[in-house]
């Protein structure tokens, strides 16, 4: 009686575990064949093999494919390089248990964890494909695994422990990825605030968050907003300065994240509580903030119901402040881009029927931010000159306006634009002054100058000569409670 299809793969299996542990220092044409059949037969030959609970091979099923399945030793880059080139010849249906095993040995954590970071991207898409094809075999038991090494601090607060969570970002797999960063982050909070385990932390989950979509990042943020864990995150990655890793593995996310985190919390206008949570971040994180996360911030602050308080014309003007410091000037276009950036902001989330009123506190807010990040500056005239030379470019003097900056916004970007533009001269006398406070005079100066154009320009404010005066009080307000006399 012929064997059965099932029978007769069973037999060649057999057969192909005999050969390939006969003997080890097989010729090279049978190896070949072995390894032929092998990524053939690769489903056929797995399943003749004994597996554990969570369907992957157990340790006496690789012992028979020791071929391989080499022994990790987990300590040197060298090593990793080793066992990631035999990762590379395994056919695709042998690599989630492949990595199932590395992550079950504890040789396989340290080789994961320590040593992958110096591998090339397209090693370490291997490696992630393999934990993708583990976790579609049993998510709940890739999990734990991945939450184990993820877990064994080696040196995760610089770059030497950025491989195994960029292996993780690089899975793309949204679900995976949610869990792993809820994981890390909830055990930050478990640590004093400030520890550098909570730091790892964190900067562990925003370096996995990179791989998300944005869509799924949206809906991360937004159910975890309220929760600490966002906030956790943002003040985790800001203890972070870009001196500590070879190259930043966060890229432009901890922005957006802090974006979509304002965005969240100010949808129905922000509390007290929200806004002093925000401050808190922003201030000592400046690099979680961009132009839409500041906008957002304030049209939040100004729709809350309630007319601005001094504190928080004060606040505001100190997170401008932050977030013009946060721009990196080595390149000057980069400044001009975030001038630009921010008036588009503005422009975008702010109501386009602003009142006076609030307009000319934002556009006070703007202004004093600014003129406090040029005076934090002083000891470093570089930073000085590109911000002055921007200002310069934008308008320079009270004589002109900000043509180019206030092109085709809404009045309130408009009326940024311009006073950000005939900021010039006030500028520059911090900088003679050697960063103490301008004058009045050049102050109530500067002021004439913005409502100058108010008054010049009622195309573009609809706003009669009261309600300009309305503007300028309020803008000589939003100074007053920033420390400019006006």
Not at 308 to 321: H, K, P, T, V, Y
Not at 360 to 387: L, P, R
């Amino acid at each position: 009686m012929p064997l059965s299809t099932s029978e007769l793969n069973a037999l060649r299996s057999d057969m192909f575990l005999g050969i390939q542990q006969s003997d080890k220092n097989l010729g090279s044409d049978t190896q070949k064949l072995l390894d032929q059949y092998f990524t053939e037969h690769t489903s056929d030959i797995l399943n003749s093999l004994p597996h554990d609970g969570d369907g992957f091979l157990t340790s006496e099923g690789l012992e028979l494919l020791d071929r391989y399945f080499p022994q990790v030793s987990g300590t040197s880059a060298s090593d990793a390089m080793g066992v990631t080139e035999q990762l590379r010849k395994l056919p695709p249906g042998a690599r989630a248990d492949f990595i199932h095993s590395m992550m079950n040995n504890e040789d396989g954590k340290a080789n994961l964890r320590v040593w992958t970071a110096g591998l090339s991207q397209s090693d370490k898409q291997l490696y992630a494909d393999a934990i993708n094809a583990a976790y579609q075999r049993n998510p709940e038991a890739t999990l734990r695994q991945i939450y184990d090494v993820g877990d064994r601090y080696y040196g995760t607060s610089t770059a030497e422990g950025a491989g195994f969570t960029e292996i993780i970002a690089a899975t793309h797999n949204d679900d995976l990825i949610a869990a792993y960063a809820e994981h890390k982050l909830t055990l930050a909070r478990q640590y004093p605030d400030g520890a550098p385990a909570a730091s790892g932390a964190s900067w562990d989950a925003a370096v996995a968050l990179k791989g998300m979509s944005p869509q799924k990042l949206d809906q991360f943020v937004q159910a975890h907003s309220h929760d600490g864990l966002v906030e956790m995150l943002l003040k985790g990655v800001g203890k972070f300065q870009a001196s500590d890793l070879r190259e930043s593995p966060f890229g432009e996310l901890p922005k957006q994240v802090g974006a979509l985190w304002v965005k969240s919390l100010a949808a129905d206008g922000l509390t007290a509580d929200e806004f002093q949570q925000v401050r808190s971040v922003f201030l000592s994180s400046p690099q979680t903030i961009n132009a839409e996360s500041l906008s957002k911030l304030i049209s939040g602050a100004i729709q809350s119901g309630s007319e601005l308080g001094s504190s928080e014309m004060r606040d505001l003007g100190d997170i401008a402040a932050a977030y013009f410091k946060s721009v990196d000037v080595s390149d000057p276009q980069n400044a001009r881009r975030a001038l630009e950036d921010l008036i588009g902001g503005l422009s975008a989330n702010l109501p386009p029927n602003l009142g006076p009123r609030e307009t000319g506190y934002v556009t006070g807010i703007i202004a004093a931010g600014m003129m406090k990040n040029i005076a934090s500056v002083a000891g470093d005239k570089a930073k000085q000159t590109a911000w002055l030379s921007t200002l310069v470019a934008a308008g320079g003097s009270a004589g002109s306006a900000a043509v180019g900056l206030a092109a085709g916004t809404t009045p309130v970007g408009a009326a940024v634009a311009v006073g950000l533009a005939v900021l010039y001269p006030v500028a520059q006398q911090i900088v003679n002054n050697n960063s103490n406070l301008p004058t009045d005079q050049v102050v109530r100066e500067w002021i004439g100058a913005v409502k100058t154009d108010w008054l010049n320009h009622p195309q573009r404010y609809g706003w009669n000569s009261a309600e300009v005066n309305t503007a300028s009080n309020a803008l000589g307000a939003a100074l007053n409670n920033n420390g400019f006399a006006s």
